[in-house]
């Protein structure tokens, strides 16, 4: 079963305004990460964010990560045309030998330029 | 170089062919990944190679033969598959341990017929 839920599942904006996705799990974590793919290509590393950190930004990327909720939301500001994509949480669970991940069910981009 | 290399892009085979798909990494890494994923849906792991033996099988039929012959290397080996088989076929890579990000592939896309 899928450990991450994204939400909303698809979404449409116009370029230049911010982009908000929501990612819920289930178990405990070691960390959580997201993930971009392009149409039907490999998936892009964008972030990670520890278990004990709350947020952390990288460029246009702010992420925050309530482990109380077991939530985290990735924000994309002042987007693109060339951040159209399919953006995916996933989580490397806590004790599971430190390197598998389960990705949630993603979150369909579309900006519209 | 932080490229993780797939060969080939496009597969098509029948039932009955035998083939390979194939993944090639220089970055050191000593874990190693093959994930199916179905259009629009998440990735879904299959395998995990760390210092080149198995370490994960997520319950994958046997049709699908996983061989790590170094430490740069992994392929997967396809006998008798049915049409369900039909995905994109993502190769990963990684440091070994906690908090790391996996580097992907751009996949094969594979049509059984």
């Known amino acids: 079963s899928q450990q991450g839920e994204e939400d909303p599942q698809a979404l449409s904006i116009q370029e230049g305004e911010n982009a908000t996705m929501n990612c819920s799990y289930k178990?405990?974590?070691?960390?959580l990460q997201w993930y971009r793919q392009n149409s039907g290509r490999g998936l892009v590393h964008l972030i990670l964010?520890?278990?004990?950190?709350r947020e952390k930004h990288s460029g246009r990327l702010r992420v925050t990560l309530d482990t109380s909720k077991k939530s985290s939301s990735l924000l994309i500001t002042a987007s693109r045309a060339a951040d159209t994509a399919s953006y995916f949480c996933?989580?490397?669970?806590?004790?599971?030998?430190?390197?598998?991940?389960?990705f949630g069910k993603g979150t369909k981009l579309s900006v519209i330029p | 170089d932080t490229e993780v290399t797939q060969t080939p892009k496009h597969l098509v085979m029948g039932m009955t062919n035998k083939k390979s798909l194939k993944c090639e990494q220089h970055?050191?890494?000593?874990?190693m990944y093959w994930y199916k994923q179905k259009a629009k849906k998440p990735p879904e792991l299959m395998f995990v190679?760390?210092?080149?033996?198995?370490?994960i099988n997520e319950s994958v039929p046997s049709r699908f033969s996983p061989e790590c012959p170094n430490s740069s290397l992994l392929n997967l080996h396809l006998h008798a598959l049915q049409p369900e088989d039909s995905a994109l076929y993502l190769c990963?890579?990684?440091?070994?341990?906690?908090?790391?990000?996996?580097?992907f592939g751009p996949g094969t896309r594979l049509t059984v017929t």
């Open positions: 990963a890579s990684s440091q070994i341990g906690q908090d790391y990000e996996q580097y």
């Open positions: 178990t405990s974590i070691n960390n």
């Open positions: 964010i520890r278990s004990n950190e």
């Open positions: 996933a989580t490397d669970k806590r004790g599971g030998g430190s390197y598998q991940l389960t």
């Open positions: 970055m050191g890494h000593r874990a």
């Open positions: 190679y760390s210092y080149e033996k198995l370490s």
